[in-house]
C-alpha cells in the first residue's frame, strides 16, 4: 500500500502539461540558441522548487521546458496536482483558471511541506488576487527562510507576504519565462540568489542618491494591491515598477491612482522597468514617465532589466539597495 501511495505521489509530481491550445502567454518567450544551464543559478540551499500555478493555465511548451531545465540543474523539482489542471474556459481565453479552492489547496500544501525550499509560480496571468483572499494564513507558518518567485499577476501574493511578514518574497521570472531569459541577465540571477554583489546601470529621470530596501511588481496589480487595503509598506523603499499590456493613457491613470493613495508617500526611489505590450511611440512612453517623475519629490530612474521581457532579473525583497551615480547596487551580504 506504501508501495503505491509512494508511486502515486511521485507521479503527480512529475505531471507535465499536454494538448492545451497555442497561447498568447506574455511570460513566455521564445528560445533563442542553445538552452540556458541553470546549474549553480539556484543556491545550494535551493534544493527542492515547488511549482504552483496561483492564477492562469501555464503556456504548457514552456512549462515542461522549464522543469526539465531544473531538474537537469540538479534541483528536485515538485509539480504540485492542480498546477496543471486545464481551466474550461481555456478554449476562449488564456488567461481561464481552474476554480480557487483547487490552487489554494496546492499553495498551502506546498508552503506547509518542509521540504520545499523555494515556490516558483509557473504564471501570473489573472487571478492571484483571489487565491490570496482565500488562503487561511492563520494556520500558515511564517517560514521567512521560504522563497517564493515570480511576477506580472503574482505581483498580489507578493505583496501580501511582504505585508503579512510570511516568507520570503522574490520578483522575478516565472517557471514559464526560464527557457526563454537572456543569457545576459543569469549571471545577476544568480548573483542575486546568492547574495552577492550586483550592480545595474539606470538611466536617470530626476536623478539623487538613495537607499532602501526593494519592492518590486506590476503597476496595474499595485493598484490592485492599494485598493484591496494589503497594506504593503513602500515607505524608505524603491519602488520597481513595470507595465504590460496597457497603453500611455492607461499607465498615466494607474500612475496617479497610486500618487492619489500615498503608494509613492515616503519612498526612497521609484525606478522604472520594461513598458510592454503597447501600440504607442517610444517618446509618449517618455513622456508619461517624464510626467510622473515631475508629480513626485524623489529620485526616478528608468532601465532596471524587470518585466515582461526577456531580461527580466530576480530582486530579492529582503536586500537592501542603493543607487549612486545613476547606478542600483545591491551590496555583497
Known amino acids: 500500500m506504501k508501495t503505491i501511495l509512494l508511486a502515486s505521489m511521485c507521479a503527480l509530481f512529475a505531471l507535465t502539461l499536454s494538448g492545451a491550445p497555442k497561447q498568447d502567454d506574455p511570460e513566455a518567450f521564445a528560445v533563442k540558441g542553445k538552452s540556458i544551464d541553470y546549474t549553480g543559478v539556484y543556491p545550494a540551499h535551493i534544493k527542492t522548487i515547488a511549482v504552483i500555478t496561483p492564477a492562469s ?59 520545499n525550499d523555494l515556490i516558483l509560480c509557473a504564471r501570473g496571468g489573472i487571478g492571484t488576487q483571489d487565491l490570496v483572499a482565500n488562503i487561511n494564513w492563520e494556520k500558515l507558518p511564517r517560514r521567512p527562510e521560504l522563497y517564493v518567485l515570480g511576477y506580472s499577476d503574482v505581483t498580489m501574493l507578493l505583496s501580501a507576504l511582504s505585508a503579512k511578514g510570511y516568507g520570503h518574497p522574490l520578483a522575478g521570472p516565472t517557471l514559464s519565462s526560464h527557457p526563454g531569459l537572456a543569457p545576459s541577465v543569469v549571471p545577476d540571477m544568480k548573483k542575486m540568489l546568492a547574495g552577492e554583489e550586483v550592480k545595474i546601470k539606470l538611466k536617470p529621470v530626476k536623478s539623487g542618491d538613495c537607499s532602501g530596501k526593494v519592492v518590486a511588481g506590476l503597476i496595474s496589480r499595485f493598484v490592485r494591491v492599494v485598493k484591496a487595503g494589503y497594506g504593503l509598506e513602500t515607505a524608505g523603499k ?13 499607465i498615466r491613470s494607474q500612475l496617479d491612482e ?57 530582486i530579492d525583497f529582503a536586500r537592501p539597495a542603493e543607487i549612486k551615480g545613476n547606478t542600483i547596487i545591491f551590496p555583497a551580504l
Not at 524603491?238 to 497603453?247: F, H, P
Not at 501600440?279 to 532596471?304: C, H, L, M, T, W
Request: charged letters at 20%; proline letters at 7%.
Open 238 to 250: 524603491i519602488i520597481v515598477i513595470e507595465s504590460v499590456g496597457a497603453k500611455v493613457p492607461a
Open 57 to 115: 493555465y501555464p503556456e504548457p511548451k514552456n512549462f515542461n521546458a522549464g522543469v526539465a531545465l531544473l531538474r537537469a540543474a540538479g534541483v528536485n523539482v515538485k509539480v504540485y496536482p492542480s498546477a496543471t489542471l486545464k481551466p474550461a474556459g481555456l478554449a476562449k481565453s488564456s488567461y481561464a483558471s481552474i476554480p480557487v479552492e483547487l490552487r489554494v489547496k496546492d499553495f498551502e500544501a506546498a508552503w506547509c511541506d518542509m521540504e
Open 258 to 314: 497610486l500618487l492619489v493613495a500615498g503608494f509613492f508617500k515616503g519612498a526612497s526611489a521609484v525606478v522604472f522597468g520594461h513598458i510592454t505590450r503597447h501600440s504607442d511611440k517610444p517618446k509618449n512612453v517618455d513622456a508619461v514617465i517624464s510626467e510622473f517623475a515631475q508629480k513626485v519629490d524623489i529620485p526616478v530612474y528608468r532601465g532596471f532589466p524587470f518585466g515582461h521581457t526577456a531580461r527580466n532579473l530576480v
